[in-house]
């Protein structure tokens, strides 16, 4: 391999490391030596590719956050132009993609909320892409809500952000499916369109 193929493969296997190790025993757990010993690379090499253990778990966050709002974009595309069906459809993906691998709720949800403030700002800039999703769907739907969209998409994230940190603290964790039909339920209540407390059967 060239120069840069080889510090790409250390990149890559720290990254692959970084995601099991991060999520459990913890990013305040893991030390840049285990990294190391677990991605075969000499501590040298490691700030070759980061510079710090918080410049590696942005790299882990980064790619979670973007493999999820890829997911979660493609289910909205392929449902139904209402926007019932398209936040219906990204709330179902979102929960189902991030709990399909603990690890993936485990680093989006709790270790990037404890690795402290200096994630804090990419933390903000996913809930702003995501925030966006809420608010282009409704707009692409033609659906005006009862009070700021903005807020109220803030809303939505916030209460699906502490349902899945609850899933991912709990034992037993709570069935998926009651996680996805909470949300539903608060996303309708949230964006009933005359204001009320029931925008649909719920």
């Known amino acids: 391999m060239s120069a840069a193929e080889r510090l790409a493969d250390r990149r890559e296997r720290l990254i692959s490391a970084a995601y099991s ?3 459990h025993p913890g990013f305040h757990s893991t030390t840049i030596e285990r990294l190391c010993a677990t991605a075969r690379i000499s501590n040298r090499a490691f700030y070759e590719c980061f510079s710090s253990r918080e410049d ?3 790299a882990v966050y980064d790619r979670c956050i973007e493999e999820t709002l890829t997911s979660v ?12 069906d398209r936040i219906v459809a990204g709330i179902a993906e979102y929960v189902r993609f991030v709990t399909a691998d603990v690890r993936r709720a485990r680093v989006m949800h709790l270790e990037v909320r404890r690795a402290g403030n200096v994630l804090s700002g990419a933390r903000q800039q996913a809930v702003a892409a ?4 809420i608010e282009s769907s409704a707009r692409g739907a033609g659906r005006t809500p009862p009070l700021d969209l903005h807020l109220l998409a803030l809303r939505l994230i916030g209460a699906i952000t502490e349902l899945l940190i609850e899933w991912v603290l709990t034992d037993p964790a709570p069935p998926t499916d009651e996680l996805v039909e909470t949300c539903v339920f608060i996303f309708r209540r949230t964006f009933a369109a005359d204001g ?6 719920y």
């Open 73 to 84: 974009g493609e289910a909205i595309e392929k449902a139904p132009p209402t926007l019932d």
């Open 196 to 201: 009320s407390q029931a925008a649909s059967a």
């Open 56 to 58: 590696l778990m942005r």
């Open 21 to 23: 190790l991060f999520a």
């Open 130 to 133: 995501f925030t966006k999703i």
